[in-house]
């Protein structure tokens, strides 16, 4: 079963499976709630899931059927490629976390695999990012995080000194000392990683 709300990305994901020897999708959703009523009905072995879904999330549909129908193997299939989301669907019960960037061949090996019994996705395997993704602000001070939002929300220098009731060379300071802790050269930079940081709300259904 694909649980996608797009319905070009479903139907190009049950063209590949439908093409693949020994598989076949059983039904489609473009919903929590749609979802959960699908695989009651149809009892998939297998069900690729979207994160982000117009009434919630992936997370919330796994949560559901695994009460119900805790026999159903999940896969997610999203495009965040995010800390938070890959521990949220091993806590889950997924078994996978598959990128939409993937192959449609990669994904067919890796339904075969999941129904097979096979689990892709470990603690080991989240730790493992973790390490990798380090936070880059987890060594700034207090003072230097509220810098990296307010530049984040596109204040200036001066405009950041008057929200935070200091001096403008001060915010010079603060902003040499993070720079040097996040491994970044310019503001620009620093920006950047805030807007990043924000797209990355997997979470928040519909967006």
């Known amino acids: 079963m694909i649980v996608d709300d797009h ?12 093409r693949t020897e020994g598989m076949g999708v059983v039904a489609e959703a473009g919903s929590v709630a749609e979802g959960v009523r699908r695989a009651e009905l149809v009892n998939p072995q297998v069900m690729l899931v979207d994160l982000q879904l117009p009434d ?15 026999e159903i193997r999940a896969i997610v299939l999203t495009s965040f490629d995010d800390d938070s989301a890959l521990a949220a669907a091993l806590e889950s019960g997924a078994a996978a976390y598959v990128l939409k960037s993937v192959r449609g061949a990669e994904i067919a090996e890796v339904v075969r695999a999941v129904a097979a019994g096979r689990v892709l996705l470990d603690e ?15 060594d700034l001070t207090p003072s230097e995080l509220r810098v990296v ?32 802790k996040m491994g970044l050269q310019r503001r620009t930079q620093v920006a950047a990683w805030v807007a990043a940081r924000k797209h990355h709300a997997w979470s928040e259904p519909g967006k």
């Open 149 to 180: 939002e307010l530049i984040g929300e596109g204040l200036s220098n001066r405009e950041i000194a008057e929200r935070l009731s200091i001096a403008e060379k001060t915010v010079k300071n603060h902003i040499t000392s993070l720079l040097a």
């Open 7 to 18: 319905e070009v990305v479903r139907r190009g994901i049950a063209e590949v499976i439908d």
């Open 124 to 138: 080991r395997t989240v730790t493992r990012r973790r390490k990798e993704h380090d936070d880059p602000t987890e």
């Open 56 to 70: 919630g999330t992936g997370i919330d549909l796994m949560r559901t059927l695994r009460q119900s129908k805790p």
